[in-house]
């Protein structure tokens, strides 16, 4: 897939994933949450030039680094959704401010290291992105779903995680 339709998928799922997550919807734990990272996954790994040929090392260093970025934010976009229990006993979540927060803080240290592969001379597939955004969104979606399992069973008193 070419750079520009790997980055406008990565935009266009970023804010869809964004516009979801700042409303109040219902969760369902038992919905199998892997389906869309396994592809964003799998076409980001296709990618021949996911890592410059010409320093493999600096380009893994690079990949990596953003990996470790949005494992961290995954999981702090996670604990920053509000999860609830209605009186009926059904498990609904949305994001927060610190939410937003989460997000502005991983986009500048995705353009951080854009910055620095730029200043490292190395070409830089819109892949990385997308390989991030599908680890990004499997890490939040897991960590959402542990919390949401861990509040009390139906049945007992609401209590906002």
Known sequence: MPAQANAALVVVVTLLVLRRQMRAQRLDTERRSWPLPLILAAVALRDPQLLDRRDTAWSVVLVGAGLLAVLAAGSVWGWTVRIWREADGALWS??????????????AIRFGLFGLGEALHLRQSSSALLLGLAVLLLVRTTVVNWRARALEPPGRAAVPC
């Open 94 to 107: 949305r994001g927060t401010r610190a939410t937003l927060a989460a997000w502005g803080g991983l986009i």
